[in-house]
């Protein structure tokens, strides 16, 4: 499995901005998922973003697209979350994920198609 750590969580006002960083251990072959996923208080897991490769196919949750931006830097083996226009909503642990060699058999948007996770990083948004 791939290590990987993320940062760049914190306190911010509805409105406002922060950016994700996750650095993932080794190389990951451009075929690689990268994706984020978040977990609020008392909440099941649910997906944010993934992209695939660089410049790859990239898929967004419906209550993210057109606010949040995944991407990611291959030769670093880093995936980037770029949040805008936060809401108290988007509160939440969020946690990067790498499917190293992406099957198939699971949507890209299930827990079950990555098989590495981070520690997660706390996002938390005052209104």
């Known amino acids: 499995q791939v290590q990987l750590v993320e940062s760049g969580g914190g306190l911010v006002q509805a409105g406002g901005s922060l950016r994700l960083s996750c650095a993932a251990s080794?190389?990951?072959?451009?075929?690689?998922?990268m994706a984020w996923f978040r977990q609020g208080t008392g909440e099941e897991r649910e997906f944010v973003a993934t992209?695939?490769?660089?410049?790859?196919?990239?898929y967004y949750a419906d209550r993210v697209k057109g606010r949040f931006t995944i991407s990611r830097d291959n030769a670093k083996s880093k995936v980037y979350l770029q949040m805008n226009s936060l809401k108290p909503e988007d509160t939440a642990v969020y946690y990067c994920?790498?499917?190293?060699?992406?099957?198939?058999?699971?949507?890209?948007?299930?827990?079950?198609?990555?098989?590495?996770w981070g520690q997660g990083t706390q996002v938390t948004v005052s209104s």
């Open positions: 994920a790498v499917s190293s060699f992406y099957s198939g058999v699971y949507s890209v948007r299930s827990l079950a198609a990555y098989e590495s």
């Open positions: 080794g190389r990951l072959s451009s075929g690689a998922l």
């Open positions: 992209m695939r490769g660089s410049g790859g196919s990239i």
